[in-house]
């Protein structure tokens, strides 16, 4: 079965510190991952993907095959990373996302 | 330019009664989909349209939800004899095409039913 797993609901840091917010999928077969980040009362908007093997606002995460997981990593949080974040995996056929529960970050002061 | 747009933000309705949600997405997107969102959970996947075909409704929970999008563009999902299960955030999210692009997502619809 196809399923997204992020196993935190709640992450506190402290601001400065590394942050990994976990995720780990199934899916037989080629997965399109995506991280999604929603804000305090704004819309959910991507963060980044794994084909474009970006870095967005510090934030990067590797697609492992092997472990099945798209881990999100920031060496050195800052208090605006506070928000929800949800892991999604986008189906071959039709492009649909299913979520993650979602992490919700809290960086502290 | 615009974003994608929901109307409205906020419903509350008696249990029993027909609403009918709005999805104005990014003009010129050819993909639209819908998801549910109930509390502490993720979105959850509940119907995709490519232009005006409804091409997967796998995710709709029953015969009481439809939806439509008779030019291609807006979108209405109707929930008929509401339940109070039915209480949950609706978003909508649109695409440039049926591909791996970002999907562009909506304020939601929170629907409270009494």
């Known amino acids: 079965a196809q399923r997204v797993t992020q196993p935190e609901k709640l992450l506190s840091v402290f601001k400065g510190a590394p942050v990994e917010l976990k995720c780990n999928y199934s899916?037989?077969?080629?997965?399109?991952l995506f991280w999604y980040v929603q804000y305090s009362r704004q819309r959910l908007q991507l963060l980044l993907r794994?084909?474009s093997r970006e870095s967005i606002k510090g934030f990067t995460a590797d697609l492992n095959k092997g472990e099945t997981s798209f881990h999100l990593k920031k060496p050195f949080a800052q208090e605006e990373d506070s928000a929800m974040y949800y892991c999604a995996l986008s189906d071959s056929g039709t492009y649909k996302y299913i979520f993650g529960t979602g992490t919700r970050l809290k960086v502290l002061a | 330019g615009a974003g994608v747009s929901q109307s409205p933000r906020y419903k509350v309705t008696k249990r029993g009664q027909d609403v009918a949600l709005r999805c104005d997405p990014i003009?010129?997107?050819?993909?639209l989909y819908w998801y549910r969102q109930a509390l502490g959970q993720g979105p959850e996947f509940l119907t995709y349209?490519?232009?005006?075909?409804?091409?997967?409704k796998s995710g709709l929970p029953n015969d009481r939800f439809s939806a439509e999008r008779p030019e291609g563009s807006i979108s209405t999902l109707t929930i008929q004899r509401t339940e109070q299960r039915d209480s949950a955030m609706y978003r909508c999210?649109?695409?440039?095409?049926?591909?791996?692009?970002?999907?562009?997502f909506g304020p939601g619809t929170r629907l409270t039913v009494l």
């Open positions: 003009s010129g997107h050819v993909s």
């Open positions: 349209f490519n232009y005006e075909a409804q091409q997967d």
């Open positions: 899916y037989s077969g080629s997965p399109e």
């Open positions: 794994h084909i």
């Open positions: 999210a649109s695409s440039p095409e049926s591909s791996y692009n970002e999907q562009f």
